[in-house]
């Protein structure tokens, strides 16, 4: 596609790729999904796809499309929801009418793996007005655990609003700013569900779990628990919430290409008062899914009425 | 443990960890294998543990250990080889007499994250001359497809030999540095094994697949086939032999523990003549596997008749 096709496609909200050599490929393999253009029908298998759900494990996901299909009423009880991507063990994909659930392993480089071949298969698919959606864990700042944050801005680890990204060897700076009105409609969403705690605020994205986010429990550690305490409380005093290690890609890239994007992540811990994660923290993983899952309920709701109002 | 302690245990081979706190931890949660101290007996799990052989993809760990058991004759027919991490589904981790075999998924975090918890593992169970590989895959430059790699010393992006861990916010350089008598004893081997070209050669390491490693066929591209040709050719010309995702934080972490490490990739293929991959290459991505398989073999024979020689 033309770049200045691509750019007008975005004007009429299909899926943007900026790739100028992606028209004269006969074919497209979408490697780690054990997809590609030859192979399948993606306009068949995606082209009705309004909503994207990613986070980082395999099982979240899988239950997560369990989840939203019982929301939607589209639960088949004799589906399995069957791995689309069942040929590869890098990601695994799920779909249930327009909601499609995808994994993205953990950090920055296999979440862009897996979202440079999710834009070219939603661009493939002629899929249009995608929304598109992280819901993951995350450590939060002086926050209670169980806590839901929606990022406004991903951050790096010094705290400003950029992804850094190295090309031909040299460092590119992309923006990370989220759809500010997706966000709000989501916080709406959670005020309405009533059923726990929902901010808004910025997401530290760090390239390391452990001296990346000033843990002191990894296998190496050169700082003191005060050290840890400042730059922890540095980074609340400059509005970031919670940490994790994906948004800052995530955020970048569906700018890029057009998306409408959001990041929903629960606290699992505050990490003022500790680092170590245990397997307690399971039944707060669901919140995202919940929030999310409403979310799209009503989005569905609200668009399946206006067509009928307009007949009537 | 103290820090004095820990490089005293490094002089005598065991496994280093460089972290005042962890002494202190009641409990040590190694959330991403979903063990711990309190909950599992490491040193009666683990502490024979000699050979630890990291990958990419757990379909291929899991492959891997079934090789290894046949090659050392410890394959027990009704073993469906468990994986000991199975409480997650963020990291597979398989073992067989000596050997463990665990997967790390794509790109340095999510290796940092198995990694850490890898090495206060192998700290907790007490194992003391730990030899650990990464068996992996990469895109070669001007090397025959199924060319086997073994690192010398990964580089970054500008081809620099070093790796950048941000801590606190500020960025520490490491040194990629890996066993180079190791990497002649793996050559060696190759070459009686002689069943595939092998080579010893630098390894560049991205946090990016598509723009990171100059392919033409991502979601986004801004440059020419001439400057993806033009870097490739000076990233060879630096002593680049192959590009992967995982080589830097796996060098710099491996000598921080002092554990002997090499990094063995196959080229899946030529990245001056392409940029696609597809499942065709999967017989190739066994070679690594084949090789380190009887480089273990090999290693373990030699120890076990030394004491016989010794008896009689």
Redesign the interface.
């Known amino acids: 596609m033309d770049p200045k096709d691509a750019r007008q496609s975005a004007a009429c909200s299909t899926v943007c790729?900026?790739?100028?050599?992606?028209g004269a490929?006969k074919?497209?393999?979408l490697?780690?999904f054990?997809l590609g253009t030859t192979t399948h029908d993606l306009p068949a298998m995606f082209g009705d796809v309004k909503f994207v759900c990613v986070g980082?494990?395999?099982?979240r996901m899988k239950s997560f499309i369990k989840h939203i299909a019982a929301e939607l009423s589209m639960e088949d009880a004799k589906s399995e929801y069957p791995n689309i991507c069942a040929?590869t063990?890098?990601f695994v994909m799920y779909k249930t009418g327009p909601v499609l659930s995808v994994s993205h392993?953990?950090?920055?480089?296999?979440t862009?793996?897996m979202?440079?071949?999710l834009?070219?298969l939603l661009?493939h698919a002629q899929c249009t007005d995608v929304t598109i959606i992280r819901i993951g864990t995350s450590g939060g700042i002086g926050l209670a655990p169980g806590t839901v944050v929606i990022t406004k801005q991903a951050v790096d680890?010094?705290?400003l609003p950029k992804f850094e990204?190295?090309?031909?060897?040299k460092t590119v700076v992309r923006n990370t700013d989220l759809d500010q009105s997706l966000a709000e409609e989501l916080l709406q969403c959670s005020k309405e569900l009533n059923q726990f705690e929902t901010v808004i605020g910025n997401t530290m994205c760090?390239?390391?779990?452990?001296?990346?986010q000033?843990r002191?429990?990894?296998?190496?550690?050169?700082?003191t628990?005060k050290?840890?305490q400042d730059?922890l409380k540095k980074a609340n005093e400059a509005g970031v919430c919670n940490i994790e290690?994906e948004s800052s890609v995530f955020a970048a890239?569906c700018k890029?290409?057009g998306l409408r994007a959001a990041v929903v992540c629960v606290t699992l811990l505050d990490r003022l008062k500790g680092d170590?994660?245990?397997?307690s923290h399971e039944v707060l993983q669901q919140r995202p899914q919940i929030l999310v899952g409403s979310y799209i309920k009503k989005q569905l709701r609200a668009k399946a009425v206006l067509p009928t109002v307009v007949v009537l």
């Open positions: 790729v900026n790739n100028p050599h992606l490929m074919d497209d393999s490697y780690h054990s980082g494990s395999p099982r040929g063990d890098r392993g953990m950090g920055v480089p296999s862009g793996i979202l440079n071949e834009i070219k661009h680890a010094t705290f990204q190295v090309i031909l060897g760090t390239l390391d779990f452990y001296e990346g000033a002191l429990d990894g296998a190496f550690c050169s700082y628990e050290d840890k730059y290690m890239m890029l290409s170590q994660l245990s397997s």
